[in-house]
Nanobody, 120 residues
Framework: QVQLVESGGGLVQAGASLRLSCAAS????????MGWFRQAPGKEREFAAS????????SYRDSVKGRFTISRDNAKNTVYLQMNSLKLEDTAVYYC?????????????WGQGTQVTVSS
């Protein structure tokens, strides 16, 4: 089993940038497709982005395309989410996820979440 710990959240103004990190321990994260999900207050958790084990394939929800970039460093067992041009609607708790290799429709492990708050 892999354990995931997120960091990098915070309070920023609209238009700013943040980089989230997800450090994996236990079973190596390179065995998994890795993803980021988010959950805004009163809403269901939603997929944001994912990346294949090699880093060669990425996927994003439409609302973050062109603004968010997911990447991974398997040597460091770390996954990143670079978030640029943040909007008020990006406010949410962001969760790192270890997914099965073919997609994040099935999640094997979750992190505890990190809060991102975007203010006007």
């Amino acid at each position: 089993q892999v354990q995931l710990v997120e960091s990098g959240g915070g309070l920023v103004q609209a238009g700013a940038s943040l980089r989230l990190s997800c450090a994996a321990s236990g079973r190596t994260a390179s065995n998994y497709r890795m993803g980021w999900f988010r959950q805004a207050p009163g809403k269901e958790r939603e997929f944001a982005a994912s990346i294949s084990w090699s880093g060669s394939a990425t996927s994003y929800r439409d609302s973050v395309k062109g603004r968010f970039t997911i990447s991974r460093d398997n040597a460091k067992n770390t996954v990143y989410l670079q978030m640029n041009s943040l909007k008020l609607e990006d406010t949410a708790v962001y969760y790192c996820a270890a997914c099965v290799p073919y997609g994040c429709g099935e999640v094997k492990a979750w992190g505890q979440g990190t809060q991102v708050t975007v203010s006007s």
